[in-house]
């Protein structure tokens, strides 16, 4: 099992920065891949971010936050962080940390372990 606890959410005018932080515990030697998703009320989860945890640490990002979103690791201390730059309201949503044991591009239907999630609002 791998037990996983997000911080850093919070209310930001438009065009300003936050930054997530996973923290990750339990069987951590298992996990392939982990990143984040996020959920908007009234919409479905969606895919954000994505971090290999072998060596290269190969990114992903969803087109909508290509280019203002950067996900890092720290394998050494289990941490994720998710840096959110010129962030706009349509990115108000609550974030979650997710992490798979079986899969190096975190699919939705893979991800063996949520987060408990955090708040992220943009006002404009």
Known sequence: Q????ESGG???QAGGSLRLSCAASG???????????RQAPGKERE??????VVSG?????????KGR????????KNLVYLQMNSLKPEDTAVYYCAAS???YTLPIGMV????QGTQVTVSS
Request: proline share 0%; charged share 10%.
């Open 10 to 12: 919070g209310l930001v």
């Open 69 to 76: 979103f950067t996900i890092s690791r720290d394998n050494a």
């Open 2 to 5: 791998v037990q996983l606890v």
């Open 101 to 103: 044991t079986a899969s």
């Open 112 to 115: 063996n372990s949520w987060g």
């Open 57 to 65: 640490g190969s990114t992903y990002y969803a087109d909508s936050v």
């Open 47 to 52: 895919f954000v971010a994505r971090i290999s």
């Open 27 to 37: 069987r951590t030697f298992s996990i392939k891949a982990m990143g984040w998703f």
